[in-house]
């Protein structure tokens, strides 16, 4: 930890941040108000990468080579592939709210 602000991302007119991971490749964004999730390089400069997932991703997680996210609006969880952007989604039911990777695993917290 800084204590001090290293960069600013100015994502304008766009809304829905709702939850960031950051691994080693930059800070992955959920964005509930796309669908999708936004990569956004170490650099910091602006948005990357935009990836469709489910309806409604409020929560994103990294770990085991993956960027996982938690998509309440249709019951599913998504794994992309941080290198080809390829989704894949599961559906686990209810309203995933939270998500972690871990031990090899992903843990999705339902409501």
Do not use: H, Y
């Amino acid at each position: 930890m800084t204590d001090r602000q290293l960069a600013k991302v100015d994502f304008g007119p766009l809304t829905g941040v709702a939850d960031v991971a950051v691994d080693e490749g930059g800070v992955w964004d959920a964005n509930e108000g796309s669908d999708a999730v936004w990569e956004i390089p170490p650099s910091f400069a602006a948005v990357s990468r935009t990836i469709s997932v489910g309806a409604i991703p409020v929560a994103v997680a990294v770990g085991a080579g993956s960027v996982c996210t938690a998509n309440s609006g249709d019951g599913t969880v998504s794994r992309i592939d941080p290198v080809s952007g390829a989704v894949t989604s599961i559906a686990v039911g209810g309203t995933p709210r939270g998500i972690a990777v871990g031990d090899g695993l992903v843990w999705v917290a339902i409501g």
